[in-house]
């Protein structure tokens, strides 16, 4: 992991810097209290609780801040590879599948372990130049370990001209 990756952990992790951070560049995760928890090369853990502004009228957590939760856990170890990526890529989610299987309720906790497959869509596209998709999944789980919601989210990546 490069300074910059290791710097851009640190910030994403820490509760109040991503605070700040997402009031700034992504107000709805800062309101709905979307929180990086763990991230590394290989996989990240994002989390998101039953509360007031997140909840449904069926008494669990609204599909879309689970959604922003999941995809969120990808995206922070794409925002890591691509951080201080020469030459630069640009990324987008172009395609999602979601399944709910549980009732989601209390703090869930989603983990994308798919690291290693982004780095490499990353690597290719500044290799080669042209544009790049990667299916990555993201599984959701409430506190007693049980899969409450699965997401697949396809990242397209491009370099930069």
Wanted: overall charge positive; some cysteine.
């Amino acid at each position: 992991m490069t300074n910059q990756q290791q710097k851009y952990v640190s910030q994403v992790t820490n509760g109040f810097i991503f605070s700040l951070f997402s009031l700034k560049q992504a107000p709805m995760i800062f309101l709905a209290g979307v929180r990086v928890k763990e991230l590394d090369e290989a996989h990240a853990v994002t989390t998101v609780r039953h509360r007031f502004l997140t909840k449904n009228p069926f008494g669990s957590l609204y599909f879309a801040c689970l959604a922003m939760a999941a995809e969120l856990s990808s995206g922070v170890v794409a925002l890591m590879y691509i951080k201080d990526a020469k030459p630069k890529v640009s990324m987008l989610v172009t395609g999602m599948k979601a399944e709910f299987i549980k009732k989601a309720k209390g703090r869930i906790s989603f983990t994308c372990s798919d690291g290693k497959k982004i780095a490499a869509v990353i690597a290719e596209t500044q290799n080669t130049g042209e544009g790049v998709t990667v299916e990555v999944k993201a599984t959701g789980k409430d506190e007693a370990g049980d899969v409450v919601a699965q997401f697949v989210f396809v990242w397209s990546f491009k370099r930069k001209s």
